[in-house]
Each structure stands twice: as C-alpha cells, then as structure tokens.
T-cell receptor, first 114, second 114 residues
C-alpha cells in the first residue's frame, strides 16, 4: 500500500530565507507525486507534480521539487520565502497506473516571520 | 473559469439533524471525491464516484452517504451528525482518475455540529 510521510509538522522560516519541506513515500513502483498548498479555510491548490523524466520539477509560485528514487523522497523547495507562503503543505502519492485515489501526507504547516 | 464549487462554505447543524453538503463542477471530470479533513490532519477519503460507480472506503461510517445525480453534481449526506463529524469537507475532481492531472479541489465546507 502506498504511504506518505511528512516528518515536519510545523516549520518557521524568516521572510527571504530558503525553504525545504520534506516528503518521503512508500510505493513499490514509480509513483506519481504531488505537492498541494492549503491556505487557512481554503481548499487544496496544486503546486506541482512529477510523473517521469526530469527529476527536478518546477511549479507555481516559485516552488520546485526534486524526485530522488534512491531516497524515496520528493522534497519541496523555494529559494526565498514570502510572507504569503504561510500555509499548510501536503505531499501526495498516486499510482502511475490504475485509478486508486491519491494518498496524502499529514501536512507541514509553514509559518513565516519578518 | 472551470472550477469546483462547494456550498455552503460554512454549515452549522444540530446534533443528530441530517445535513447535506453540495459540490458542483464545470470541468466535466469523470471522477468526484469527498474528503473529510479535521484540524491539522491530512484529508481523509470518504468515497468517490467514477462516473456513476460509487466507491466507498472501508472505514467510512454508515452515517455518511453520497449521491451523484449527474456528472456535474455530487452530494454528501450526513444522516445523524455527531460532534465528531465537525470538520472541513473537501470535494475534488479528477478527469479520469488516473492521477496524471492531479485533483482539482473546491474551497471546502466547514461543518460545525452544535
């Protein structure tokens, strides 16, 4: 069965600092991987996704993520965080074939301080 | 813009009084999902429709039901809400359930049980 682990429950960074949110997955084959962002009281918005090919994927709002098969990781990064990036971030994994629903991690809450 | 719309954004219901949450989509996606999200937790899949085929998660309580009268609409019925059912309910869609496109989420309905 697929599973996703986001080891950090809450991270605080200073505005302008770099950011890395960790995501580890468990899946027997090549997965589809996603990062979503959720602002307070809102639904989830897709930031980026990985299927195959280039292991470094670019997303919206200046985010990127790198797929590392050897580490079963798909960490999200941003070189310079803005106050508006404060939100909850969810990593998700899905089967590359078939239609089993996505499995979400428990999320990492990002706080940004001045 | 094509989107997923959930109504209402906030719903207050009495303990034990049936309540219905609605979701509509203009994306013409085949698959619709209902997630329950409690504070600081990952979204938990309740059930999903692949076209008219209903797929219930094994641990979804019988208290939760769903209807999909047509492609555009999907409803979540809670027959006898308990205090533990207070949560954010998220509707999501997927074009074909094969995960490649990820999901499109609505803004959610925050349910309060009094």
């Amino acid at each position: 069965a697929q599973s996703v682990t986001q080891p950090d429950i809450h991270i605080t960074v200073s505005e302008g600092a770099s950011l890395e949110l960790r995501c580890n997955y468990s899946y027997g084959a090549t997965p589809y991987l996603f990062w979503y962002v959720q602002s307070p009281g809102q639904g989830l918005q897709l930031l980026l996704k990985y299927f195959s090919g280039d292991t470094l994927v670019q997303g919206i709002k200046g985010f990127e993520a790198e797929f590392k098969r050897s580490q079963s990781s798909f960490n999200l990064r941003k070189p310079s965080v803005h106050w508006s990036d404060a939100a909850e971030y969810f990593c998700a994994v899905g089967e590359a074939s078939g239609n089993t629903p996505l499995v979400f991690g428990k999320g990492t809450r990002l706080s940004v301080i001045a | 813009d094509a989107m997923v719309i959930q109504n209402p954004r906030y719903q207050v219901t009495q303990f034990g009084k049936p309540v219905t949450l609605s979701c509509s989509q203009t994306l013409n996606h085949n698959v619709m999902y209902w997630y329950q999200q409690k504070s600081s937790q990952a979204p938990k899949l309740l059930f999903h429709y692949y076209d008219k085929d209903f797929n219930n998660e094994a641990d979804t309580p019988d208290n939760f039901q769903s209807r999909r009268p047509n492609t555009s609409f999907c409803f979540l019925d809670i027959r006898s809400p308990g205090l533990g059912d207070a949560a954010m309910y998220l509707c999501a869609t997927s074009r074909d359930g094969r995960n490649m496109g990820g999901y499109t989420f609505g803004s959610g309905t925050r349910l309060t049980v009094v």
